[in-house]
């Protein structure tokens, strides 16, 4: 089992800047993927970014290209999503997600299919409004 407690979301102008923290517990944080998705009011969830277990690699979606960055710190078990440059459309509950399938490398290209996600936190509501 694992758990992940998402933090940092809130309100903010189009244009700022926020940082999401999501805290993973219960095993070995480095043995796996992890993703950010997000789900706005009446539409599917949609995937963000990912990055492998070692943090080597990223994937992130053509909305978010250039203004949000994921990273992780395998010691203090925890991935963050930097977003910058926020546009009304950002606004949504955004959530992190761990994969558990086994790679071959630690540099395996992470998934954006949140079919291959095993477990999810609870969300952060992230809304960009003036």
């Known amino acids: 089992q694992v758990q992940l407690v998402e933090s940092g979301g809130g309100l903010v102008q189009p244009g700022g800047s926020l940082r999401l923290s999501c805290a993973a517990s219960?095993?070995?944080?480095?043995?796996?993927?992890m993703g950010w998705f997000r789900q706005a009011p009446g539409k599917e969830r949609e995937f963000v970014a990912s990055v492998s277990k070692s943090g080597g690699k990223t994937n992130d979606a053509d909305s978010v290209k250039g203004r949000f960055t994921i990273s992780r710190d395998n010691a203090k078990n925890t991935v963050y999503l930097q977003m910058n440059s926020l546009k009304f459309e950002d606004t949504a509950v955004y959530y992190c997600a761990a994969d558990f399938r086994p790679t071959a490398l630690a540099n395996a290209w992470p998934s954006g299919i949140a079919a291959d996600y095993d477990y999810w936190g609870q969300g952060t509501q992230v809304t960009v409004s003036s």
């Open positions: 219960g095993r070995t944080f480095s043995t796996y993927v």
